[in-house]
């Protein structure tokens, strides 16, 4: 612990000022909304799980049918 203190001191005061005005800051959001976040974060996650798997579906069928179509037609050589 005092080698946190011993660090800060050698900061000019405006650093040490803006480093526990950001610490306080933050430490107080997550105070308030860490649970909030959290699980904000776990929604988008899982969103764009769900969202990544239904269009990698649709552009398969897209290029099966594109495939398809393309098989139809036989080849003259």
């Given at each position: ?38 699980f ?17 579906a ?20």
């Open positions: 612990m005092e080698r946190d203190g011993e660090q800060l001191s050698a900061r000019p005061a405006l650093e040490t000022e803006g480093l526990r005005f950001l610490h306080v800051t933050v430490g107080s959001l997550l105070a308030t909304y860490g649970w909030y976040i959290v904000s974060c776990i929604l988008l996650y899982v969103g764009f799980q769900k969202l990544s798997t239904r269009l990698r649709l552009r398969q069928r897209q290029l099966d049918r594109a495939a398809a179509a393309v098989g139809e037609y036989p080849v003259i050589t």
